[in-house]
């Protein structure tokens, strides 16, 4: 079964996922955003995820993480939850 690790950042708004999805285009550190800006409590931890494989997060995470570069940015992502700035750290198939 395919894995993959990630990182996000969980904002509240489309406008505040672009900004920093921006910030760290122009070299902001991805980790210390997520300490900073994330409501999600994996923000303590730079926004990391760890591993887990296809249907233990939300759909629009696994369209994304299963398809997306590796070290990519991703987002604005919308869900349930809020806006998030996705990276997949690494994906094994």
């Known amino acids: 079964m395919a894995t993959a690790s990630a990182r996000h950042i969980l904002v509240n708004s489309e406008e505040q996922c672009q900004q920093l999805k921006t910030d760290i285009d ?18 303590s931890k730079g926004g990391d995820l760890g591993e887990f494989g296809p249907g233990m ?7 994304v993480v299963f398809s997306a570069d590796i070290n990519s940015v991703q987002g604005p992502v919308k869900t349930q939850f809020g806006y998030h700035l996705l990276e997949v750290t690494a994906r094994s198939e």
């Not at 122009?26 to 923000?43: M, W």
């Not at 997060?57 to 369209?63: N, R």
Request: glycine share 8%; proline share 8%.
């Open 26 to 43: 122009n070299g902001a550190d991805f980790a210390e955003l997520a300490k900073q800006h994330s409501s999600c409590p994996s923000g």
């Open 57 to 63: 997060m939300v759909p629009e995470f696994d369209q």
